[in-house]
C-alpha cells in the first residue's frame, strides 16, 4: 500500500495548489455572507504583497501608469467574483468549443504540416513542465488573494478574529 506523506517536494504539487486554491475559496465564499458590501471596496496591491496582512488603505489616488492602478480600480466584488469562477472552472471544468473550431485552432497554432509534427513532440515535456510551472505561479497568487479578499471583508465589516 502506497502512503502519501506531506512532504517538502508536495509544497510545489500542482495538485496541492488546486486544494489550496480551492480551500481558500470556500473559505472566501463561507466568510462573506454580504457579497454586496464588497461593491466599490478597493483592494489595493500592496495587500495582495502583504501575503494576507491587511495594509491601510491609501488615501492618495494612484496615477494611471502605477501597478496598483489597475487593482485600485477594480472593486473587490469583482475580485469575489473572479476567484468565484476560476474555482468553478476548475472543479466543473471549462466549456470546450465544438469540435470542429477547437481543431482548426489547434492546426493554426501548430502550422498544420506533417514535417512541424515531429518538432513538436520533442518539444511537450518542456511545454508541460513551464506551464504546469505557470499555473502553480497563479494559483498561489489566486490563493493568496482569496485570503486577503476574505481578511479584508472582516475587517469591513468589524470582525477581526471571525472564524480562526
Not at 466584488?77 to 485552432?105: C, F, T
Not at 494559483?139 to 471571525?162: C, D, P
Request: charge should be negative; hydrophobic fraction near 35%.
Amino acid at each position: 500500500m502506497m502512503q502519501i506523506c506531506d512532504s517538502y517536494s508536495q509544497k510545489y504539487s500542482l495538485f496541492n495548489a488546486m486544494n489550496r486554491f480551492i480551500g481558500a475559496v470556500n473559505n472566501m465564499d463561507q466568510t462573506v455572507m454580504v457579497p454586496s458590501l464588497l461593491r466599490d471596496v478597493p483592494l489595493l496591491l500592496e495587500e495582495l504583497d502583504a501575503a494576507g496582512a491587511v495594509c491601510p488603505p491609501q488615501d492618495a489616488a494612484l496615477p494611471p501608469g502605477d501597478p496598483g492602478a489597475y487593482f485600485s480600480r477594480r472593486d473587490m466584488y469583482s475580485h469575489y467574483m473572479l476567484l468565484k469562477s476560476i474555482r468553478n472552472d476548475i472543479e466543473w471544468g471549462v466549456v470546450q468549443p465544438p469540435a470542429g473550431e477547437e481543431a482548426a485552432r489547434k492546426k493554426d497554432k501548430l502550422g498544420g504540416g506533417p514535417a512541424e509534427e515531429g518538432e513538436g513532440e520533442e518539444d511537450l515535456e518542456q511545454q508541460f513542465h513551464y506551464h504546469l510551472s505557470g499555473l502553480h505561479s497563479v494559483l498561489s497568487k489566486l490563493t493568496r488573494k482569496a485570503n486577503v479578499l476574505t481578511n479584508r471583508y472582516k475587517q469591513e465589516i468589524g470582525v477581526s478574529s471571525w472564524g480562526q
